[in-house]
């Protein structure tokens, strides 16, 4: 079976500066002097998960409960400052309606927790309708987080998907090394706030890429 296979939130919308003041308003209310700037942020993004970066940046400090806390803010601000202000990032939405159209399997395969996934679901859904998508996944969906290829292998054997006639869609390196160990095809389309190198092969046109994809797989 074809599937598309969107893996991150930042594949679909642009939120990284909601989510930075999001962890900076937190930090706030918890009482630490921290702030993340946009340069410190997208170095940050380089590895996925926000509670991670919280103990890292903390050098190990924070107690996991202390590290839960403030995600939990960061959780409350990012749904509150990014109130009508999620759209869809260019090309997703005739990427879905091609998939839609033609009997490919659509699937979300994103490991965040499932409050900051609704919150994203809820903002684009006047754009996007979630109840067509096959499958979308959370946290509690694999072991390990990504460059781990246990969501895709997750997802794989859930729709039971062909891999070679999957594609992947991610929005950092270490997402695509998720989706690439698990021999799936991957598309890398990077954010305002990726960090890339001139060497890395992009897709800046994402629906012409996934439907060159499938007229020549």
């Given at each position: 079976m074809k599937s598309i296979l969107f893996g991150s939130i930042g594949v679909l919308v642009e939120s990284s500066e909601i989510q930075r003041k999001a962890f900076n308003e937190a930090f706030k209310e918890f009482g630490l002097d921290w702030y993340w700037n946009v340069a410190n942020y997208i170095k940050m993004l380089e590895k996925p998960g926000g509670l991670n970066r919280i103990a890292e940046y903390s050098k190990f400090k924070l107690?996991?409960?202390?590290?839960?806390?403030?995600?939990?803010?960061?959780?409350?601000?990012f749904k509150s400052l990014s109130k009508n202000q999620l759209k869809p990032r260019k090309g997703i939405l005739e990427t879905i309606?091609?998939?839609?159209?033609?009997?490919?399997?659509?699937?979300?395969?994103?490991?965040t927790n499932k409050p900051t996934l609704d919150i994203v679901k809820d903002g684009l859904s006047?754009?996007?309708?979630?109840?067509?998508?096959?499958?979308?996944?959370?946290?509690?969906?694999a072991s390990n987080r990504k460059p781990h290829p246990d969501i895709y292998n997750y997802t794989i054997e859930k729709l039971?998907?062909?891999r070679l006639s999957s594609i992947s869609i991610e929005n950092t390196i270490q997402s695509c090394n998720s989706a690439i160990r698990a021999k799936i095809h991957t598309l890398f389309y990077p954010?305002?706030?990726?960090?890339?190198?001139?060497?890395?092969?992009?897709?800046?046109?994402?629906?012409?890429?996934?439907?060159?994809?499938?007229?020549?797989s």
């Amino acid at each position: 079976m074809k599937s598309i296979l969107f893996g991150s939130i930042g594949v679909l919308v642009e939120s990284s500066e909601i989510q930075r003041k999001a962890f900076n308003e937190a930090f706030k209310e918890f009482g630490l002097d921290w702030y993340w700037n946009v340069a410190n942020y997208i170095k940050m993004l380089e590895k996925p998960g926000g509670l991670n970066r919280i103990a890292e940046y903390s050098k190990f400090k924070l107690n996991e409960n202390d590290i839960k806390v403030i995600h939990n803010l960061k959780v409350k601000y990012f749904k509150s400052l990014s109130k009508n202000q999620l759209k869809p990032r260019k090309g997703i939405l005739e990427t879905i309606d091609y998939g839609l159209r033609n009997n490919i399997k659509i699937g979300f395969v994103t490991t965040t927790n499932k409050p900051t996934l609704d919150i994203v679901k809820d903002g684009l859904s006047e754009f996007i309708d979630f109840s067509k998508f096959d499958l979308i996944t959370y946290e509690i969906d694999a072991s390990n987080r990504k460059p781990h290829p246990d969501i895709y292998n997750y997802t794989i054997e859930k729709l039971n998907l062909d891999r070679l006639s999957s594609i992947s869609i991610e929005n950092t390196i270490q997402s695509c090394n998720s989706a690439i160990r698990a021999k799936i095809h991957t598309l890398f389309y990077p954010g305002e706030y990726t960090s890339f190198t001139e060497n890395d092969e992009i897709s800046n046109d994402i629906f012409k890429s996934v439907k060159t994809f499938f007229e020549e797989s």
